[in-house]
């Protein structure tokens, strides 16, 4: 079992940015991949970023690619979202989820609880 805990969400005003970090429990985070989503109010969950067991593939949802790094540090059990250049559109709850494979194959196991990023115009 993992258990995912996020932090680092909050309200800035757009063009700004903020760093996510989700910190993982269990020995066994070096073999998770590992991946960001998002929910807005009234809409559907959605894949943000996505990460391989060492870092080495990434994948970004159109939306965000240029503007996000996803990012992650085994050795502290913790993935990263940084986020810049910040728009009222990234409004949104964001979930750091893991998947028991190595490799990014987008069909994850365990959800964290979620942060709320608010951007303001």
């Known amino acids: 079992q993992v258990q995912l805990v996020e932090s680092g969400g909050g309200l800035v005003q757009a063009g700004g940015s903020l760093r996510l970090s989700c910190a993982a429990s269990?020995?066994?985070?070096?073999?998770?991949?590992m991946g960001w989503f998002r929910q807005a109010p009234g809409k559907e969950r959605e894949f943000v970023a996505a990460?391989?067991?060492?870092?080495?593939?990434?994948y970004y949802a159109d939306s965000v690619k240029g503007r996000f790094t996803i990012s992650r540090d085994n050795a502290k059990n913790t993935v990263y979202l940084q986020m810049n250049s910040l728009k009222p559109e990234d409004t949104a709850v964001y979930y750091c989820?893991?998947?028991?494979?190595?490799?990014?194959?987008?069909?994850?196991?365990?959800w964290g609880q979620g942060t709320q990023v608010t951007v303001s115009s």
């Open positions: 989820a893991a998947e028991r494979t190595t490799w990014v194959q987008y069909h994850y196991d365990y």
């Open positions: 269990g020995r066994t985070f070096n073999t998770y991949a």
């Open positions: 990460i391989s067991w060492s870092g080495g593939s990434t």
